[in-house]
């Protein structure tokens, strides 16, 4: 269940980090960096057997 959740917010948070829309342009590597951040961190925790 917690997997399920976590791969929706993870795909919601890709759709988001993608500057398609006018507003979003000039945000530069800001979302895309934060999500590569929270992507990380899963990744550690999930090897390390705590996910």
């Known amino acids: 269940m917690l997997t ?5 917010v ?3 948070m890709l759709l988001g980090a993608v500057p398609r829309w006018p507003h979003s ?3 530069g590597y800001y979302p895309s960096g934060g999500l ?3 992507l990380l961190i899963i990744l550690i925790l999930a090897l ?3 996910l």
């Open 4 to 8: 399920t959740i976590l791969i929706v």
């Open 10 to 12: 993870l795909i919601l």
């Open 25 to 27: 342009k000039n945000w």
């Open 36 to 38: 590569g951040l929270v």
């Open 48 to 50: 390390m057997g705590r």
